[in-house]
Structures are given as C-alpha cells and as structure tokens.
C-alpha cells in the first residue's frame, strides 16, 4: 500500500489535482482511497457527482464522541465503515474528514482524531487499498494538517504549485516544514506537481524554483476547459473526457507518482531568494502585457 499526501496553496486547484490522479489510479486497475484533510469537506466532490457526504467528525459526534470517547465507540462497535466511507467514481473510496463545530476546537485537531480513527479500524487494510491519497488544507505545514508528514504516514509528499508568486511562496513556506520534519522521520518531498493556473505559463521560473529548493518537478498539468466543463458537473476530466488530452496527461502524472519511490529533503529559500523569483515572475507579467 503506497500513501501519499498533497499540500498546496488554497485555491491552487489541489483538489482538483488530487480527484483527477484518484480517477487515474483507479483506471489502471489499483483500488484508492482519498482522505480529505479540508473542514470545507469537499475534496471528494468531483469523484462523487458534487454529492455531500457526511464528515467523519460530524457522524463521530452524532455518535456521541464528547461523552463516550473515540475508543468507547470503537470498541462497542458504534461505528460501522459505511458510517464514514462513500464509493465514488469507479469504485473509489471517499472520506471526509470534516472540521470541529463553528468557532469551536481547532480544524488541525480533527486531522489527527480521523487519521488515528482510520488506522485503529484497520481501514485501509480491511479494504484492501493500493493507494491512500491525503487531501490537506493548508498554506503552512502545522498542527494537524502536519500529520501525515509528522508521522511519516505518507510515503511521500507531495506540493502542488502554479508560477504565480503567492503559489510559489506558499509552497516555500510547505517546504520548509517538510524539512524539519523529515529530520525527525517524517515524510519526504516526492516532488512539484506544476499546474498552469491563468494566462502564465512560465515553467522556466518554476523550474528554478525547483531547482533551488532540491525538487523534482514531476509534472506540469496544463490549464485546460476540460477541467472547468468537467467541474461543472461534479466529475474528472478523466470521468468527463477520456480520450482529450488532458486527461492522458493527468493518467501519465499519477503512473509517475505511483511508480515514484524516491524523495528529497527540501531546502527551502531564504527570503532574498523567494523575492527574486518574485521579480522574475513581475518581469515575465510586463513582457506578457507588451506582447498582448
């Protein structure tokens, strides 16, 4: 069973990202799950038809998890998988993790209650899973939202970027908690997962990027209508349109994930690096402006 987890600015199209590899993996024969890490609990929604599904934590607490206590409902057998776990497209295994009650508890902390839910009811193993992919909110690796890297859960890490300066900043500030906890056995860093977001394509600057923070970038995932068509009615480019390109590229990307067996420990930039990839990126903007 490999487990992987994605990281990535908010709004960068992680999710989306994550769906799409899901839907892939699942084409090719293996059997996958996805783990979403969001309180906003919608990581899953494209495997699933833009259908809700209940939160972990939200049937935790109908089953009275204040008073009783995780391992009371464990071991009384309270809570059955099909409480928690949804089938999506193709087969493929959906959870949301969900987040505490509005202004109460933190959301990170609810991370670390659902994963640890998940392992002591054996539910990867029971199901027979190939493939366990994480969903994590997040612009800065902390608390909870740290734990399949913290707790080396994840067999690597993975950061999902576009050239834009704030994407590229966030996934600087990602790294460099990566870093520190690779020191202490945590998770490595699988690699840069480039995905074109606007008019700017500018895989040059990612590229250096990369290159200063020692990552691999293991694939660029072009902007494409299909994604948005797709999204639009709550599926994959790869349920939406198999045969387009997009969805080829997006089958290439997760066979190199999944075939991925090695990782590197970040170097993250230092402030005076990071803002002169941010000049680099305001002169590509000018000349993008002049040339139009």
Partial sequence: MKQI???GKGGIGKSTTVCNLAAALSKSGKKVIVVGCDPKHDCTSNLRRGEDIPTVLDVLREKGIDKLGIETIIRENLLKKEDIIYEGFNGIYCVEAGGPKPGYGCAGRGVIVVIDLLKKMNVFEDLGVDVVLYDV????VCGGFAMPLRMGLADQIYVVTSSDYMALYAANNICSGISQFVKRGGSTLGGIIYNVRGSMDAFDIVSEFANQLNANIIGKVPNSPIINEAEIDGQTAIEYAPEEEISKIYMELAESIYQNTTGT???????AQI???GKMIKERIKKQKINE
Avoid: C, S
């Fill in 5 to 7: 987890a994605f990281y």
């Fill in 137 to 140: 909110l997040g612009d800065v």
């Fill in 265 to 271: 420990t970040p170097n993250p930039l230092e402030n």
């Fill in 275 to 277: 803002m002169q990839i």
